[in-house]
């Protein structure tokens, strides 16, 4: 990929520190603050709505059976292009995300098929290759690529590429997409691509479960701490590590 090497020179950017442990996992990842705000807020019911059908128009799936769909989004001073493959390279290595709390196995070395793990990877109990009992750990969530859009449609104002996955396991969600697409004049978006990461919530079919139930509304501010220090870290990363492209080298690990 060519890079632009011309405008003005730009303010250094740190690499983040990578996951060294749960402690430091639970510290950058649920109790600190992000310094980006990126959860997307909705006046009422039909302005989620209403965002929800632009997803599912988009993306060509539906969004109306899950009972929360949560939406944040960031700014990178970077490529649309450039984003999305770095978005390629998300694995257990990943210094953006919480790896000691949950860590992410590509099954046969694939991103179409992922598992990921609470507290490292599991595959039995005890440490038995054919686990105890026939008992296994089950994945916190497992990811099955619906589809990856990496070169936009003809059609696509905007730029537009994503990754989308079906999701199970013992996570509540249903769907799973990480979609980045070109600024929006008109919404006043300054960073060259705004990247939005959005799960649709089934909590296993009831769709009132997070209205009534303490644990859901906990579980769900949890998900967003979590998901926002994910976007925060991955846009260091990215304006990391085109920094030092256009700078000529590759400098340090970025992955």
Request: with cysteine; glycine share 8%.
């Amino acid at each position: 990929m060519s890079v632009d090497t011309s405008g003005p020179p730009l303010a250094v950017p740190s690499i983040p520190m990578p996951s060294q442990s749960l402690v430091s996992d639970f510290w950058n990842f649920v109790a600190k603050k992000p310094k980006v705000p990126t959860l997307i807020e909705f006046a009422d019911k039909e302005q989620r709505k209403d965002y929800s059908l632009r997803i599912m128009q988009r993306l060509g799936i539906d969004v109306s059976k899950y009972a929360i769909l949560n939406i944040h989004s960031i700014g990178i001073d970077v490529p649309t292009s450039f984003v999305y493959q770095e978005l390629l390279n998300w694995d257990g290595d990943s210094i953006c995300w919480p790896n000691h709390i949950a860590q992410v196995e590509r099954m046969s070395g694939q991103l179409e098929h992922i598992q990921i793990y609470l507290f490292g990877k599991r595959k039995s109990i005890l440490g038995l290759r054919n686990g105890f009992l026939g008992l296994k750990f089950i994945p916190l969530f497992e990811l099955d690529a619906i589809k990856f859009q990496g070169v936009p449609e003809s059609s696509d104002l905007d730029n537009a590429r994503y990754l989308l996955y079906d999701c199970g396991g013992g996570y509540p969600i249903g769907i799973f997409v990480m979609y980045v697409r070109s600024w929006m004049a008109e919404r006043e978006e300054k960073e060259e691509a705004q990247l939005f990461m959005a799960v649709g919530f089934d909590f296993y079919g009831r769709k009132d479960w997070p209205k009534r139930q303490f644990v859901g509304a906990v579980w769900e501010k949890i998900h967003n701490r979590v998901t926002s220090n994910v976007l925060n870290r991955f846009k260091q990363m990215c304006e990391a590590k085109f920094y030092a492209l256009r700078r000529g080298d590759t400098g340090p690990s970025t992955r």
